[in-house]
């Protein structure tokens, strides 16, 4: 995550839900989706108050680490 509001990736793994869409609002901490990695299930969550830009994973999708998951305006 960075202040710039584009979120990646912390870890490899499977994106299994998608809590958000594009045009949303969002505040500080609010769950944007899951990635699971090595059978645990890692909540990613918003860096920061914002509108949802860009959805850039979609459920059942494999990430790399440092993947670009979902953009904040």
Known sequence: MSGDGRVKAPIPGIVTQIFVQVGDA???????????????????????????????VSAGEGVTLGQLLVELA
């Open 26 to 56: 969002v505040t500080l901490g609010q769950p944007l989706l899951i990635l699971e990695a090595m059978k645990m299930e890692n909540q990613i969550r918003a860096p920061r108050d914002g509108t949802l830009a860009s959805v850039n």
